[in-house]
């Protein structure tokens, strides 16, 4: 195992990601080599680190006299085109198996996605669920419905209580490893403290039981709500521990159905867990190994202005926006909704550049690795695939968030005006992304109405949105 300096700065990512990270991988190598296994552990500061996977396979290959490696295949393509070198340059046989910490193997995916037009998430779940017999009563869904999304709208009203997040306290190896990011990567994004993230296998599942104990109850009708200075909400924050492999999926998955089973959590909750697990982690897995490397260049609005300053420091008038990239800065963390309909909405909306997006959210979210980033971002929140992945744009104006959130009632602008010095600036984007894009959206049927609306609008009207639209983005 080894901590290398490519793999921390091939984008400048968070400090407290490579914390988490580094942190569990010492932590992981301290307990095979209590359980008897040996390892070759080198630490980024070490003088002989040759700062890469291959330079410091090369070194060990050298040390003891290795004649084959076996590798489970990475989760980012980039990694994966560098492993199938090895074999030549290094001159050892590589063995490189399937990563097993996913329930649908990439062939079983691509058998699912050939012949199809279009692939669409709900149809691959209700397969997956058939396929492992999840939440399901014979052929039929539990409850007779497959999804409860309907359900799991709900606003942030009256008194909620919101129970912490799991915490740990801090080991001597994450004291260190602290010490060590201080000193290496003083110039990347993100706050270290408080750090308090599972760094072992046995933190990751107490962090997993305190989720279904105390929040999934709430999980499905809170799914989307956004409230200030509640980071945390009634999600599960496993997202970290899942992707690189202190938690498995299917764990997961059982430990919210048998709180199902024992009326500790409702079929709603239980079931918007288990897809966002089941249906998205697993389809979007598939989909990027399906596109991949040209999916990287994906730009269908052909989209070029530059990421504001604000994705970093926060400073913008937008309060939404603000909450958002603070608590990114301080967490490495957002929920999918913040992630989804504020930051992404915005990027959406005001054009920005899909490699300048995709860079920031691999960077700024500690569970982010290109697998599950790149159709997130590229597919989901920018269309910049054009349709491969979500049906229609995620694009929304202000009312959604105002309706999702309490954000709107501290900001600088007004909800209530649509165009103006103190609307809302997503009230007049919204309508402005349709109109410069409405020549590659028009056919889209899903947008015929929101379309005629906007051909009803006056000509001043229409004016209107378009100078406010382009004095507010000039000024970005």
Not at 29 to 46: I, P, S
Not at 55 to 80: A, M, S
Not at 420 to 426: I, M, R
Request: net charge neutral.
């Amino acid at each position: 195992m080894c901590e290398v300096m490519r793999e921390a700065t091939y984008v400048k990512h968070h400090k407290k990601k490579i914390v988490f990270l580094f942190s569990a991988m010492r932590h992981f190598a301290q307990e095979l080599k209590q359980n008897g296994h040996q390892v070759v552990y080198t630490q980024l500061d070490d003088p002989n680190n040759a700062g890469s996977f291959k330079g410091e396979l090369k070194r060990q290959i050298k040390e003891h006299n290795i004649d084959k490696i076996v590798v489970t295949q990475p989760g980012e393509h980039r990694v994966l085109e560098d492993m199938q070198s090895w074999q030549d340059d290094l001159g050892v046989a590589v063995d490189i198996l399937d990563d097993d910490r996913f329930l649908c193997t990439l062939e079983r995916f691509e058998k699912w996605a050939k012949g199809r037009k279009q692939l669409r998430m709900e149809l691959f779940y209700r397969e997956m669920r058939k396929e492992h017999n999840i939440l399901m009563n014979g052929d039929e869904p539990e409850g007779g419905k497959w999804n409860y999304d309907a359900e799991n709208r709900k606003p942030p009203e009256g008194d909620l209580f919101i129970p912490q997040t799991y915490q740990t306290p801090k080991s001597d190896i994450t004291q260190q490893v602290i010490q060590l990011v201080e000193d290496k990567f003083a110039d990347h994004f993100g706050d270290i403290e408080p750090f308090f993230f599972a760094v072992t296998r046995a933190q990751a599942l107490e962090a997993l039981e305190k989720f279904i104990q105390q929040r999934l109850e709430n999980f499905g009708d809170f799914q989307d709500a956004m409230v200030e200075g509640q980071p945390w909400m009634y999600h599960a924050h496993i997202s970290f521990y899942i992707n690189c492999g202190l938690l498995n999926p299917k764990e997961c998955i059982d430990a919210a159905i048998k709180a199902y089973q024992q009326n500790k959590a409702p079929l709603n909750a239980v079931e918007g867990f288990v897809r966002q697990i089941l249906g998205w982690r697993e389809y979007v897995r598939g989909i990027y190994w399906l596109k991949m490397p040209e999916y990287t260049q994906q730009n269908f609005f052909n989209a070029q202005r530059p990421l504001p300053q604000f994705y970093w420091d926060g400073n913008t008038k937008m309060n939404c926006l603000k909450q958002c990239v603070t608590e990114t800065k301080q967490n490495a963390y957002a929920h999918h909704i913040q992630r989804l309909m504020v930051l992404g909405n915005f990027a959406l909306l005001a054009g920005l550049n899909p490699k300048e997006v995709n860079e920031w959210y691999l960077l700024v979210y500690a569970d982010a690795y290109e697998w599950v980033e790149l159709p997130n971002v590229s597919g989901m929140i920018l269309f910049a695939d054009g349709g491969y992945l979500a049906s229609k744009p995620y694009a929304a104006g202000g009312n959604y968030i105002n309706k999702m959130s309490n954000y709107c009632q501290n900001c600088q602008y007004n909800i209530k005006d649509k165009t103006g010095a103190k609307a809302c600036p997503f009230n007049y984007l919204y309508w402005d992304f349709l109109a410069r894009n409405q020549e590659k959206l028009k056919s889209n049927h899903r947008l015929g109405m929101i379309y005629n609306t906007y051909n009803r609008m006056s000509d001043d009207k229409k004016q209107t949105i378009q100078t406010d639209s382009q004095k507010f983005l000039d000024c970005l």
